[in-house]
């Protein structure tokens, strides 16, 4: 029988996480005094977050804490430092523990109307600890210390096995169901989000290969499909208007008005269909880890990060290698992408991808392409934000122009004319990603110390997107601080300097080995010491104990030296290291006669061996899931196959 938390029937546990419970196990079953205490102290926490705690973690306290003070207080007796009837006090809470145990466990379940003996028996609890108990309740004399001790240490093994195991056992079938129940859902949701994406992506291959209506592109799977969900987006216009005016969203409205005008059914309108489902999924609070998925779903995505083939889609002939060399996406890219990259922003999922891209840009494991186009995104991005920002500053500027003309324009009107006029001003900015301008920039990217962790660990991709990252930062860079981290950044990755004009102002740029082979240097180094009248390093304590030493060659032969003392050892002998002894350590397997209250034979914990700790502390190593080829990865592979053939 588990003294379990779920036979208590409490609806709350002390402990905030299954790690936490499983380290408090591991320090009171550790036969370490230091360990143990650390345990009992975090079962005090615990006694403080809920009083009434489970069954058995209030038992397995109690007799913590009573072992614990008999390490303390028992050398201390026997020393003398604390009188003999510090002994009886120890019985006196051994009896005590022994009582209140044997008490809580008679009042679990059905065993309330059964003598305590017949309890005991069905507990596997020896008889004579019963006994025990009864001599410490009514016997004119305590049972003795020794007695005492080996009753408590057998307690705390039967609490190991039938609460601390039997409690791990059913939390890791309570978790294996739950994981199970998780990943299915994860599952379903992933492939939701997959379908739409490559679904998306398909039609906009088409778009971007020439095709202008459904009816036209060569594969008719696709056309049913996307035959269905323009059914389906015109059902729900019309049954569930009141829902989609209380969702406020500008792709759903625009899909609607596609919709009712679009008599041919365009590849466009079948686009903003698919770009209107993502943006309800996105809204869907319900999906756990929803924006994991989505974004690994991205990175995935064989269009996103496209292989060196399906790459020339989007370049022009004979430029692939050159647009990518000049550290830029192709335009056709990133135009083909904007859509999705401004949705991802407006539903808040774009501090997510710029981490997940940074992690792939610094996993080795990856191949250089992925890792590459990865750092090439965060940099188009990056300058989608730092023209955002720079379109802020002509909007103000135009604001209080037309405010001192008394001249209003319309939010549409306004915002055209700033993006004309932000062009202008910024023409290496005319091809990034237009953000809405009611958004602000990417509140990470201006943060000094995300920018900070990004320059300590760059990597030979790190030049290229951290330039639009150094303009963002808050506060300002000047330029000089910004040419030397960028010479720093280059110099550490690529050993090469970005800027000629700063690398010139020095002749040589030192290294460690520079110094170590320059004689001059060394020279002049030690002229100084001498002048400081430093000590040399290898002298154990930094004491120069008489005026007659001399430094010796490094290839003096020290084995015939006289006996003594040697000029790196110190003066006192206690400091040398002591001869090598063997320390006969009392081990409880060894000296079974010697009771040591709270240290236990780890043998006689049968169940351990039987708990999968990985499995209840969530470690298990979840296998990669392989799906099924759907209708969607087929239809996109027909769509790419089809693209590449047209170029």
């Known amino acids: 029988m588990a003294l379990s938390v779920r036979q208590e029937g409490m609806k709350q546990v002390p402990w905030f996480s299954l790690m936490e419970w499983h380290q408090v196990y591991k320090q009171i079953y550790s036969n370490n005094v230091d360990e143990l205490t650390k345990g009992y102290q975090m079962l005090l926490v615990w006694k403080a977050r809920i009083p009434k705690l489970p069954v058995g973690v209030d038992c397995t306290l109690s007799i913590v804490q009573v072992c614990l003070r008999d390490q303390e207080w028992t050398p201390k007796i026997n020393s003398g430092e604390l009188p003999i009837s510090y002994e009886n006090d120890l019985c006196l809470m051994y009896s005590t ?36 108990r009864h001599d410490s309740a009514h016997g004119y004399e305590l049972p003795s210390i020794g007695i005492l001790r080996m009753a408590a240490n057998i307690l705390l093994a039967w609490l190991h096995e039938e609460y601390w195991a039997a409690e791990a056992k059913k939390m890791e079938v309570c978790l294996s169901t739950e994981e199970f129940i998780k990943e299915a859902q994860e599952n379903k949701e992933f492939q939701d989000f997959d379908d739409l994406i490559e679904l998306w992506t398909a039609v906009s291959l088409y778009i971007h290969a020439g095709y202008n209506l459904i009816s036209s592109i060569p594969d008719p799977q696709l056309k049913e499909t996307l035959q269905d969900l323009r059914s389906y987006a015109i059902s729900l216009l019309d049954k569930n208007n009141e829902r989609e005016e209380s969702d406020n969203d500008n792709y759903i409205d625009a899909v609607n008005n596609d919709i009712k005008t679009d008599k041919k059914y365009t590849l466009k309108t079948a686009r903003i269909v ?44 004979k430029k692939t290698q050159n647009e990518l060399e000049n550290d830029v996406l192709p335009l056709d890219m990133v135009k083909f992408w904007q859509d999705i990259i401004s949705l991802l922003y407006e539903k808040d999922f774009m501090e ?9 840009v610094d996993n080795e494991e990856v191949n250089e392409e992925k890792r590459l186009l990865a750092s090439l995104w965060i940099s188009s991005i990056s300058y989608s934000f730092l023209k955002l920002d720079a379109a802020h500053r002509v909007s103000r500027d135009l604001e209080f122009q037309l405010e001192k003309t008394n001249k209003n324009l319309s939010p549409n009107v306004l915002e055209v004319k700033i993006k004309e006029e932000t062009d202008r001003a910024y023409p290496h900015l005319k091809s990034v990603v237009w953000f809405n301008l009611s958004h602000v920039v990417l509140p990470c990217l201006t943060h000094v110390q995300f920018i900070s962790k990004l320059v300590l660990n760059v990597n030979e991709y790190s030049v290229k997107f951290i330039i639009p990252i150094l303009e963002l930062v808050s506060p300002k860079l000047n330029k000089e601080s910004k040419e030397m981290l960028l010479n720093l950044i280059s110099f550490y990755t690529t050993g090469e300097m970005t800027d000629s004009k700063s690398s010139q102002k020095y002749d040589k740029i030192f290294t460690l080995e520079d110094l170590q082979h320059d004689e001059r240097l060394i020279k002049v180094d030690n002229v100084r010491d001498e002048s400081d009248q430093r000590i040399p390093r290898f002298l154990t304590d930094q004491k120069i104990r008489n005026n007659y030493w001399k430094l010796a060659i490094a290839t003096y032969n020290w084995a015939e030296c006289p006996i003594g003392l040697l000029p790196w050892q110190c003066d006192k002998m206690e400091m040398l290291n002591p001869l090598d ?25 049968k169940m351990q061996s039987q708990i999968n700790w990985d499995n209840v502390l969530r470690k298990k190593k979840r296998l990669k899931r392989k799906y099924e080829r759907r209708n969607a990865d087929i239809i996109m592979n027909k769509a790419l196959e089809t693209v590449k053939k047209q170029k």
């Open 274 to 317: 698919l770009l209107s489902e993502i943006s309800r999924y996105l809204n869907r609070k319900s999906i756990p880890n929803k924006k994991d998925i989505v974004c690994n779903t991205l990175l995935n995505s064989e269009a996103f990060l496209p292989s060196k083939d399906i790459l020339s889609i989007f370049t022009q002939e």
């Open 581 to 605: 002894t063997v320390v006969q350590k009392s081990n409880v397997s060894i000296l079974e006669a010697e009771i040591v209250p709270g240290v236990i034979d780890k043998k006689d914990l």
């Open 97 to 132: 523990i022994i009582m209140r145990l044997l008490n809580h466990i008679s009042n679990i379940g059905h065993t309330k109307q059964t003598s305590l003996f017949q309890i005991a028996k069905q507990l596997n609890i020896p008889e004579w600890i019963v006994n025990l």
């Open 352 to 360: 997510t991808l710029i981490i997940k891209l940074l992690e792939l």
